[in-house]
């Protein structure tokens, strides 16, 4: 099974070869705001830009792969889910916590690479003046992004079912 923090490695390292690639490169004002038409509207400066891209990163990182390494600490009274008695039983907690962890973790991944896209938009958006964004790459990777973390959701809500209370029969 690939390991969503591997998969986040990877991407982590891709961003900072494009940050290393792209920082110099980059104009002293980067657009930071654009509009519905993909046309910049608000600047920032590089440094800025690079902080901004950094910040995000970091917090994606620590929201999907080292936060829920504290749901397995928490007691199962501090834990909210539908089923909760059944779910966090003894003999399942273990992977329950973990099948959450896991898809948190995709959660990630699936985040990450859409803010590498969305960041390398508004890079080539600078490197040409600083004039537009590609739209249509970026509402693509939005529909994307959103099928990627609707089928986490899916995932998550067929592993999380109402268990049959049926008895055999």
């Known amino acids: 099974m690939v390991r969503p923090w591997l998969v986040q490695a990877l991407i982590l390292a891709l961003a900072a070869a494009q940050i290393a690639y792209y920082y110099v490169r980059l104009p002293d004002r980067v657009p930071a ?4 038409q993909g046309l910049a509207v608000g600047w920032m400066s590089r440094a ?10 970091a917090i994606i990182v620590v929201a999907c792969h080292w936060l829920p390494r504290w749901i397995g600490k928490l007691p199962s009274a501090g834990l909210r889910s539908a089923n909760k008695a059944y ?7 273990q992977s329950t916590i973990d099948a959450i962890r896991h898809e948190l973790g995709w959660i990630g991944v699936c985040t990450q690479v ?3 896209v ?4 508004v890079m080539n958006a ?4 600083g004039k537009r964004v590609s739209m249509s ?3 693509t990777a939005l529909v994307l992004y959103l099928a990627a973390i609707l089928r986490i959701a899916r995932r998550l809500m067929l592993r999380f079912a109402t268990p049959s209370t049926a008895g055999p029969g």
């Open 114 to 116: 859409f803010v590498v």
């Open 137 to 139: 790459i970026l509402w």
């Open 87 to 93: 779910w966090l039983a003894p003999e399942r907690r």
């Open 33 to 36: 705001d654009f509009d519905l």
């Open 118 to 121: 969305v960041m390398q938009l």
């Open 126 to 129: 600078a490197l040409m003046g």
């Open 48 to 57: 800025g830009f690079l902080a901004t891209y950094v910040a995000v990163a």
